[in-house]
């Protein structure tokens, strides 16, 4: 079974400044998907960027950019010029591609502060 | 769009009472997810519907939860009886399909208190 690790359980930040959020995960398949999901306090996830194992670029997505490392089975989260929005849960998920309708696997998340 | 609707968005119970959620998924869409988020924790899928029929409940504790989704649209879960460990938010979302690389849409959750 697949994990997701994010040992990072708060993080804090200047506004304007950058951030990174860490993720790891195990697993035996070679083709998945890993995303980021923003929980605000409304409770709604939402997705802020998705990333195909397959595809050796990083996925970028205006101010959130991914360090995206297979063989080290890491995937972090950089955001640049943070704002006062940004403050939210954040969370690392896996998905296989290899088993039909595959669950998301979440972390355990982090919470990020964004200090003005 | 309307997004996925969810209620109620808070429900307190006691210990051994039942309760069931109501979502509505976004429009056309065919997927169905039910996620439990207990405090501190990522969320745990439940049950995934392909339409009115169950994609995966391998996580779904079947001795006291519930879930339907007649007619293919909205679903109901149901908790009876509940215990204290069942207290957490209840995510549903949706996708178009069930492809690997659907984005799901959630909604807001109800958060669920047992007493």
């Known amino acids: 079974a697949q994990t997701v690790t994010q040992s990072q359980p708060e993080m804090s930040v200047q506004e304007a400044e950058t951030v990174t959020l860490s993720c790891t995960y195990d697993t035996s398949e070679s083709d998945y998907y890993l995303f980021w999901y923003k929980q605000p306090p409304s409770r709604q996830m939402i997705l802020v960027i998705r990333?195909?194992?397959?595809?050796?670029q990083n996925a970028t997505e205006n101010r959130f950019s991914v360090n995206f490392q297979k063989a080290a089975k890491s995937f972090s989260l950089k955001i640049s010029d943070s704002q006062l929005g940004d403050a939210a849960m954040y969370f690392c998920?896996?998905?296989?591609?290899?088993?039909?309708?595959?669950?998301?696997?979440f972390g355990e998340g982090t919470q990020l502060t964004v200090n003005p | 769009e309307a997004g996925v609707a969810q209620s109620p968005r808070y429900k307190i119970i006691e210990k051994r009472q039942s309760v069931a959620f109501w979502c509505n998924p976004i429009s056309g869409h065919a997927t169905l997810y039910w996620y439990q988020q207990i405090l501190g924790q990522g969320p745990k899928l439940l049950i995934q519907f392909q339409n009115n029929g169950v994609v995966d409940d391998s996580q779904l504790p079947k001795d006291r939860f519930s879930a339907e989704r007649l007619k293919g649209v909205d679903s109901t879960l149901k908790i009876q009886p509940a215990k204290l460990e069942d207290s957490a938010v209840y995510l549903c979302?949706?996708?178009?399909?069930?492809?690997?690389?659907?984005?799901?849409?959630f909604g807001s959750g109800t958060q669920l208190s047992v007493l």
């Open positions: 990333q195909e194992a397959y595809k050796q």
């Open positions: 998920a896996y998905r296989s591609v290899e088993t039909s309708g595959s669950r998301l696997t």
């Open positions: 979302a949706s996708s178009f399909g069930a492809t690997t690389n659907e984005k799901l849409f």
